[in-house]
Nanobody
Framework: QVYLVESGGGLVQAGGSLRLSCAAS????????ISWHRQAQGRERELVGQ???????TYADFVKGRFTISRNNIRNMSFLQMNSLEPEDTAVYYC?????????WGRGTQVTVSS
C-alpha cells in the first residue's frame, strides 16, 4: 500500500521560510513523479509544482521563484522549500503520486503565514 506523509508545516511570519517534507513508502520511489499541492480554506486544491523521476521541476505561476521542489531517492523523500512566504500562501500542503493511474495523497501539513 502506498503511504505519503507530509511534515514540516507550522506558523511563520511573512517573509519567512519553511521546508516541507514528504516521506513515501509502498512504491519504487525513484520511478515516480511527485507533485505538491495546496488547499486554502474555502478554496479548491491547486497544484504548486512537480518533480519528475529524473529531477526536472515545474511550478505554478504564483510560486514566482520562491519555492523549490527536490527529491532524495535514497531516503524516498521529496521536499518543498518555501521562501519569501506571504499570507496568501496559508494552506494545507499535500504531496501526491499517481500510482496505478490513481492519485494517492498524504494527509497534508498546515502552513500558516502571519502578516
Amino acid at each position: 500500500q502506498v503511504y505519503l506523509v507530509e511534515s514540516g508545516g507550522g506558523l511563520v511570519q511573512a517573509g519567512g521560510s519553511l521546508r516541507l517534507s514528504c516521506a513515501a513508502s509502498g512504491i519504487n520511489f525513484r520511478l515516480y513523479a511527485i507533485s505538491w499541492h495546496r488547499q486554502a480554506q474555502g478554496r479548491e486544491r491547486e497544484l504548486v509544482g512537480q518533480i519528475t523521476s529524473d529531477g526536472a521541476t515545474t511550478y505554478a505561476d504564483f510560486v514566482k521563484g520562491r519555492f523549490t521542489i527536490s527529491r532524495n531517492n535514497i531516503r524516498n523523500m521529496s521536499f518543498l522549500q518555501m521562501n519569501s512566504l506571504e499570507p496568501e500562501d496559508t494552506a494545507v500542503y499535500y504531496c501526491s503520486v499517481t500510482f496505478r493511474q490513481s492519485p494517492r495523497w498524504g494527509r497534508g501539513t498546515q502552513v500558516t503565514v502571519s502578516s
